[in-house]
């Protein structure tokens, strides 16, 4: 299995406060993604990075921030949760240009 | 940006029957894959097949670029089968996901 921990896995927050979804690999990828899953929509990109400092937005990058400093570490924020971004998150890598995609376990996120 | 459709939306079989389920993308890409979301959540590589066929057990799958499509046989499935299938595609860095096909086989 591909080294890819998210954490936390679940969170309950509330409107307003800032979050921060973290996903760490082990396998020395260049690509890591942030996506969301929702009923009826599937998976939507939120954002991706292509290298340390590099990210770019996906579809669905609106109230999102994503930082990456090191090649491990990819964290996704939202500065202030609002209801609409319940969802579960799930962060995966990619082993080529990209390649192919591995994902994580997915991180469940409920803002009340 | 490429639309991915996948078809059906839903499928119930009884265990044993063969399936297809089919990926239809608008743009011409370099990567697809299929995953399998099981009951739990977790999401399963099935196949990394940007084009030709590939096989895996009772799976196989085979992708005609040039007509963008892909298509996923499942035969004699079985109930751990059961859960949702995904295609992605992507042209450059972003993989795109279709709306999937839920499957449940029943025993």
């Known amino acids: 299995d591909a080294g890819i921990t998210q954490s936390p896995r679940h969170k309950v927050t509330e409107t307003g406060t800032p979050v921060t979804l973290r996903c760490h690999q082990t ?3 260049r690509y890591m993604y942030w996506y969301r899953q929702d009923p009826g929509h599937g998976l939507r990109l939120i954002h991706y990075s292509y290298g340390v400092k590099d990210t770019d937005k996906g579809e669905v990058s609106d109230g999102y921030s994503v930082s990456r400093s090191k090649t491990e570490d990819f964290l996704l924020t939202l ?3 609002t209801s609409s971004q319940t969802s579960v998150y799930f962060c995966a890598i990619g082993s080529g240009s990209p390649g192919e995609l591995f994902f994580g376990e997915g991180s469940r996120l409920t803002v009340l | 940006g490429i639309q991915v459709e996948q078809s059906p939306p839903d499928l119930i079989l ?3 029957a063969n399936s297809t389920l089919r990926c239809n993308f608008s743009d011409s890409v370099n990567n697809l894959q299929w995953f399998h979301q099981n009951p ?3 999401l399963i590589n099935l196949f990394y097949i940007p084009s030709g066929t590939k096989q895996n057990g009772r799976l196989s799958a085979t992708t005609v670029a040039t007509e963008r499509y892909s298509l996923l046989y499942i035969s004699s499935s ?7 299938y ?5 042209r450059a860095y972003k993989y795109i996901f279709g709306t999937g096909t839920r499957l449940k086989v029943l025993a």
């Open chain 2, 14 to 16: 009884q265990e044993g």
């Open chain 2, 78 to 84: 079985q109930t751990t089968d059961s859960g949702v």
């Open chain 2, 40 to 42: 739990w959540g977790q």
């Open chain 2, 86 to 90: 995904f295609c992605a595609v992507s």
């Open chain 1, 27 to 29: 396998e020395n990828h």
């Open chain 1, 79 to 81: 500065e202030s949760a």
